[in-house]
């Protein structure tokens, strides 16, 4: 670090330098170069369907959907931590959707009297599970999406009426 004391007239310049780790990287040697991936996240979110209700043994109008995109942290060579967040879709993941009954016992069904579905996202980053059906009990009731390297599940509300 320098510090230059420059009088101009009756007034006094001071002009701080800092280079390598000084406050905030300066620049120096601390820098990340342009491009480098700081970190990647998944963003896991319902998309679709979410709350919604239906009549009792009917089946739900809208269909669940999930989307899941990866969220890179980028530098941009700033010197100063500065990114940029680059999200991008993430195609052929598997999503598993799986019911959960409510305290009444209301609950639904996917074809074939399942209660869990498996589905493949698309190019976009969509999964969307197919049809569910209400069961014979009214009451409200979860079914959660999971896919691999999310911790947390995406639920989604349902009520039979």
């Known amino acids: 670090m320098s510090i230059k004391l420059q009088a101009a007239g009756s007034l006094a310049i ?3 330098a800092c280079s390598g780790g000084g406050y905030g990287g300066g620049g120096g040697s601390n820098s990340t170069p342009a ?6 996240d998944a963003q896991f979110s319902a998309t679709a369907g ?3 209700s239906t009549p009792v043994t009917n089946p739900f109008a809208t269909a669940l959907k999930v989307t899941l995109m990866t969220q890179q942290r980028v530098s941009n060579g700033d010197g100063y931590g500065g990114y940029t967040i680059v999200s991008t879709p993430k195609a052929a993941a598997s999503v598993t959707f799986t019911v959960v009954a409510g ?3 209301a609950s639904g ?3 074939g009297a399942a209660t869990t579905a498996t589905v493949t996202t698309d190019a976009s980053g969509v999964a969307t599970a197919p049809t569910l059906t209400a069961n014979a009990t009214a009451g409200v009731f979860t079914v959660n999406a999971t ?4 911790t947390a599940p995406v639920a989604f509300t349902l009520t039979n009426n």
């Open 14 to 16: 001071f002009a701080l």
């Open 35 to 40: 491009g480098t991936v700081l970190a990647t």
């Open 50 to 52: 979410t709350p919604q």
């Open 103 to 105: 305290a009444t016992g």
């Open 109 to 111: 069904t996917f074809p």
């Open 147 to 150: 896919t691999v390297g999310v």
